[in-house]
T-cell receptor, first 110, second 113 residues
Framework: NAGVTQTPKFQVLKTGQSMTLQCAQDMNHNSMYWYRQDPGMGLRLIYY???????DKGEVPNGYNVSRLNKREFSLRLESAAPSQTSVYFC?????????FGPGTRLTVT | AQSVTQPDIHITVSEGASLELRCNYS??????LFWYVQSPGQGLQLLLKYFSGDTLVQGIKGFEAEFKRSQSSFNLRKPSVHWSDAAEYFCAVGSGGSYIPTFGRGTSLIVHP
């Protein structure tokens, strides 16, 4: 099992560009999450999906959209990137309380 | 609302010394508690968890944590630290009503040879 995979690993965008971060899990988990990690801020929840077909906002959803494509895949889209979105993005999945994390995407917006 | 405090931003220990990382939570009922570890450039990995029962829980890599309800704490311990334990450690709390945990801001562990 690969667990949780994320693509790409690194990305540099110019302000105003758009991109989609991809996440997939092979553990048949119902719930999936997107976090951002910034120095000294810990992990902040952007969006989550409790089950296929549902998505909900987390703590910091502004500037992002998500799609739960199917049970395996949960993508995060930046429509118009801003320097404030420079961060490391983590996808996670869970069946109940324990979360399993992907390796992260390091995004820089210039 | 639940919350988690990790009072120490950085902890420095010598290799072979004992370690205790502090975690305090705020939650009305019995919480679900977790410790995760993040090695440089990687995602978070679950070290251990507490749901109920024995308040001293064992995890991977020789770590343990003790749930103390009276102190609202769930401190992580290791009797002898190895250089490979240098990483960021996150405490998290969840509740029965939601599968979404609240994470602390993390403690960075530095290990000196």
């Amino acid at each position: 099992n690969a667990g949780v995979t994320q693509t790409p690993k690194f990305q540099v965008l110019k302000t105003g560009q758009s991109m989609t971060l991809q996440c997939a899990q092979d553990m048949n988990h119902n719930s999936m999450y997107w976090y951002r990690q910034d120095p000294g801020m810990g992990l902040r929840l952007i969006y989550y999906s409790a089950s296929e077909g549902t998505t909900d906002k987390g703590e910091v959803p502004n500037g992002y959209n998500v799609s739960r494509l199917n049970k395996r895949e949960f993508s995060l889209r930046l429509e118009s990137a801003a320097p404030s979105q420079t961060s490391v993005y983590f996808c996670a999945s869970s069946e109940k309380y324990e979360q399993y994390f992907g390796p992260g995407t390091r995004l820089t917006v210039t | 609302a639940q919350s988690v405090t990790q009072p120490d931003i950085h902890i420095t220990v010598s290799e072979g010394a004992s370690l205790e990382l502090r975690c305090n939570y705020s939650y009305g009922a019995t919480p679900y508690l977790f410790w995760y570890v993040q090695s440089p450039g990687q995602g978070l990995q679950l070290l251990l968890k507490y749901f109920s029962g024995d308040t001293l829980v064992q995890g991977i890599k020789g770590f343990e944590a003790e749930f103390k309800r009276s102190q609202s704490s769930f401190n992580l311990r290791k009797p002898s630290v190895h250089w490979s334990d240098a990483a960021e450690y996150f405490c998290a709390v969840g509740s029965g009503g939601s599968y979404i945990p609240t994470f602390g801001r993390g403690t960075s562990l530095i290990v000196h040879p």
